[in-house]
């Protein structure tokens, strides 16, 4: 790995370190209503994000034009009208949640809007020069809004904490794309656009990448919502809490691997083979991490039920981690569309075996469901691997 890609590994792990503070403080300092206001206004402003951005910032990355400043703001401006035409959704999702209209939407428009901003701001400092900038831009957003919300409880403030908390951190981050709109006003030198060799793109209209993300969307949301509806809270509490420990895994192999490679092509580089074993090991030691913190009953009673979880869980994102190394392969190849074809293909299987089982009785409790869908994850994301290996 270069000098990049270790930058941006190790601040990826210091700003999940500081998401997982503000959870716990959270759960210590903040009553139920209030997180559960924030976690529902949240969740719609990243899925309006989501949408809107279509994965623009992906094509930021891969798409070199002769200007990272132009190309940073053509994408900027792009996402943004899919943003107004999407209001109307976000807006049908506020006033089905049933909290106060106009207040939640205005919420939820402000963190959509600079968390979409931060986002391309992220892929846009990964294209140029100054490696440090690209801890500022991960680590300063979740930092800020932790400070907040640490000074809120301090302060007994009674007002949306949280919502502010993180609007705050987003505002922060979303700075960080200022170079492409007032680039005269900052260091010529440090704003430089690394030096790349354009082979790398993205062929892909934005109905198709639009499409992609909205497959991403729904899975991640179908998986959360049946466990709620099926199993109840406390097995989607176990569920959703391990899947969120080992999924960061595969995230940051794509974040401070692939992610880096499109945005600062190199003609020689690592084996990426050897980032998507490194990827696996660190999933099976979170695993055994957490099986013994069980074991020896770090943890409270409460959580042992995580532990059927764990092992379809390692086989499961091990495989996303093998995937996220390949995975700037289709962008260098062309086959970009191919490759977004078949995540939707291995989508599609995920929904249906997920919808499937629930209609066999012997199979119908949440460890059996888990460890179904998870294997034929693992053999889907396997075969997608085995296909990006060989593009060259």
């Not at 505002?171 to 200022?178: H, N, P, S």
């Not at 994102?317 to 977004?340: H, M, V």
């Amino acid at each position: 790995m270069n000098i990049t890609s270790k930058i941006v590994a190790l601040s990826s792990a210091v700003a999940f370190a500081l998401q997982i503070a503000l959870a716990l403080l959270m759960l210590r300092y903040f009553s139920p209503e209030d997180v559960g206001m924030f976690s529902v206004i949240s969740q719609i402003g990243f899925f309006w994000t989501t949408l809107a951005l279509a994965q623009t910032q992906l094509r930021l990355l891969a798409n070199h034009g002769a200007s990272v400043f132009e190309d940073a703001r053509q994408a900027w401006v792009s996402s943004l009208q899919r943003f107004v035409w999407l209001s109307p959704v976000a807006a049908l999702a506020v006033w089905w949640s049933g909290l106060s209209f106009v207040n939640a939407l205005l919420w939820a428009l402000l963190l959509s809007l600079c968390q979409l901003t931060w986002m391309l701001a992220q892929s846009m400092r990964l294209r140029m020069v100054g490696i440090w900038a690209q801890a500022g831009v991960r680590v300063l957003p979740p930092l800020m809004a932790l400070l907040v919300a640490v000074g809120a409880v301090f302060m007994q403030w009674s007002g949306p904490a949280l919502l502010a908390a993180a609007l705050l951190g987003y505002a922060v981050g979303a700075t960080w794309i200022l170079p492409a709109f007032f680039s005269s006003c900052l260091n010529p030198q440090d704003l430089s656009p690394a030096p790349i060799t354009p082979r790398s793109g993205d062929t892909r209209s934005a109905a198709l990448r639009m499409t992609h993300t909205l497959a991403d969307a729904l899975l991640l949301t179908a998986i959360v919502v049946m466990w709620q509806r099926m199993y109840g809270e406390q097995e989607t509490g176990w569920m959703s809490a391990a899947l969120r420990v080992m999924g960061f895994v595969p995230a940051v192999v794509h974040m401070a691997w692939a992610q880096v490679l499109l945005a600062q092509p190199q003609d020689r580089h690592t084996n990426p083979l050897w980032i998507g074993l490194g990827g696996i090991i660190i999933v099976v030691l979170l695993g055994t991490t957490c099986e013994i913190a069980i074991e020896l009953k770090w943890l409270d009673k409460n959580w042992q039920g995580i532990s059927p979880y764990l092992l379809p869980l390692v086989l499961w994102q091990g495989c996303c981690c093998l995937t996220a190394a390949y995975s700037f392969r289709p962008f260098e190849t062309k086959k970009a569309k191919i490759y977004t074809f078949a995540c939707l293909g291995v989508s599609a299987i995920q929904i249906n075996v997920l919808f499937f089982i629930l209609l066999t009785e012997s199979l119908a409790n949440s460890y059996l469901h888990f460890y179904w869908f998870s294997n034929i994850s693992s053999i889907c994301f396997f075969i997608v691997f085995l296909w990006l290996r060989q593009l060259k």
